[in-house]
């Protein structure tokens, strides 16, 4: 008892003390009580201390606030208002109660990481518990060396559209790719996509990890599409299907580009994709299937070559129109060569045969009907 009521007077007694040095020896000595049993304070008793804390803290030198946030950085019971003030602080003071500190919940990790420069988004790539919202902000909001950081980082949650951002990145960012193959959370279609891309040590990479899935349900997709672009039963000859809809809805809005395929492949949306290919192939859309069905991939290659696709597009739908497909990672890597040896004479050359033997199908047809 006698020593809590001397302590108490001393520290009444630092209060009282204006040089600097005398505040730090208060700031150590108060820091000090706290963390000798933080946990049996209560919310505004702890509450009390970061103000204290935080006040003389802030009163001092930058050096203080150092010492002070590593001592705090990974005590569960810390004062969370005082830890949050911390972490948005020089990175010098920030990166211990950042990387460390239990207090720190999802929601104030991505303030911080909205709101503060690359050093802090790097710290908390260290973190161990990062979700999939806190991933996706950081791939959003950071730069090479944070993205590299939050996928180096095993424990880290990263969901599908965020790892489909980091893919797209990797093309043109060579960090981030060996990085990207390492993680065993990477879906085996994305780490394929990258076979369009990478250097040949990481190509080989992912020829040793991949285990390619014998297609079943080949015919149920082939059926599902001959479905869905199917006229529906009682739709007039001269109605549209739900996917030819929405090509046409997205075509109005100016939204149907490359890109735009590339999603609706990733989705899986076949019947969707070979409608939108059709329309920027200009090709009638029993033509487009048949080059989007084709196993060799060699139809696709000639429409995505004709439309000035890139190799990394060209790559992407051809490994996603098929996703059960028995295409090896040996066969994409030959179908990606053969599209770069695909001259665009070439493949202009046959789509204009493909689109002579369309619209004589069609007079043939017609001719038919009137018959």
């Keep these: 008892m006698n020593n809590s009521r001397n302590k108490l007077e001393s520290l009444v007694q630092l209060a009282h003390e204006t040089s600097s040095e005398r505040r730090r020896e208060l700031l150590r000595e108060i820091t000090d009580v706290f963390l000798d049993n933080p946990s049996s304070y209560n919310n505004t008793?702890?509450?009390?201390?970061?103000?204290?804390?935080?006040?003389?803290?802030?009163?001092?030198?930058?050096?203080?606030?150092?010492?002070?946030?590593?001592?705090?950085?990974?005590e569960a019971a810390a004062p969370p208002d005082l830890i949050k003030r911390l972490a948005g602080d020089e990175i010098e003071v920030a990166r211990p109660v950042i990387t460390q500190s239990p207090v720190l919940k999802e929601s104030d990790l991505i303030e911080i990481a909205e709101r503060q420069g690359q050093e802090h988004l790097f710290a908390i790539t260290k973190r161990s518990d990062i979700g999939e919202r806190l991933s996706d902000v950081l791939v959003d909001k950071g730069d090479d060396r944070v993205v590299e950081g939050l996928v180096r980082n095993e424990s880290a949650q990263i969901a599908r559209n965020t790892m489909e951002k980091v893919v797209a990145r990797a093309?043109?960012?060579?960090?981030?790719?060996?990085?990207?193959?390492?993680?065993?959370?990477?879906?085996?279609?994305?780490?394929?996509?990258?076979?369009?891309?990478?250097?040949?040590?990481?190509?080989?990479?992912?020829?040793?990890?991949t285990n390619m899935v014998n297609a079943e349900k080949l015919d149920e997709l082939l059926d599902d599409v001959g479905t869905?672009?199917?006229?529906?039963?009682?739709?007039?000859?001269?109605?549209?299907?739900?996917?030819?809809?929405?090509?046409?809805?997205?075509?109005?809005?100016?939204?149907?580009?490359?890109?735009?395929?590339?999603?609706?492949?990733?989705?899986?949306?076949?019947?969707?994709?070979?409608?939108?290919?059709?329309?920027?192939?200009?090709?009638?859309?029993?033509?487009?299937?048949?080059?989007?069905?084709?196993?060799?991939?060699?139809?696709?290659?000639?429409?995505?070559?004709?439309?000035?696709?890139?190799?990394?597009?060209?790559?992407?739908?051809?490994?996603?129109?098929?996703?059960?497909?028995?295409?090896?990672?040996?066969?994409?890597?030959?179908?990606?060569?053969?599209?770069?040896?695909?001259?665009?004479?070439?493949?202009?050359?046959?789509?204009?045969?493909?689109?002579?033997?369309?619209?004589?199908?069609?007079?043939?047809?017609?001719?038919?009907?009137?018959?």
């Design 45 to 74: 008793e702890s509450q009390y201390f970061g103000e204290i804390m935080g006040k003389v803290a802030y009163d001092l030198e930058r050096q203080v606030r150092e010492e002070l946030a590593r001592k705090l950085a990974a």
């Design 171 to 209: 093309e043109s960012s060579a960090v981030l790719q060996e990085p990207l193959v390492d993680r065993p959370d990477l879906p085996a279609d994305l780490m394929k996509d990258m076979l369009a891309f990478v250097t040949e040590d990481i190509k080989t990479k992912i020829l040793e990890q």
């Design 228 to 371: 869905k672009l199917g006229r529906q039963p009682g739709m007039r000859q001269t109605g549209k299907s739900k996917p030819e809809a929405l090509i046409q809805e997205l075509l109005g809005k100016g939204e149907l580009n490359e890109g735009k395929l590339v999603e609706l492949a990733r989705q899986r949306q076949v019947p969707e994709l070979i409608c939108g290919l059709a329309k920027l192939a200009e090709l009638d859309i029993p033509t487009t299937r048949r080059a989007i069905m084709d196993r060799t991939g060699e139809g696709l290659a000639i429409v995505c070559k004709s439309c000035g696709f890139s190799q990394t597009t060209f790559s992407t739908l051809v490994n996603h129109v098929w996703p059960d497909s028995e295409r090896s990672i040996e066969q994409s890597c030959t179908l990606i060569a053969l599209y770069n040896q695909v001259t665009m004479e070439t493949a202009q050359r046959v789509m204009r045969f493909w689109r002579v033997r369309q619209s004589t199908d069609g007079e043939a047809q017609s001719g038919t009907a009137a018959g």
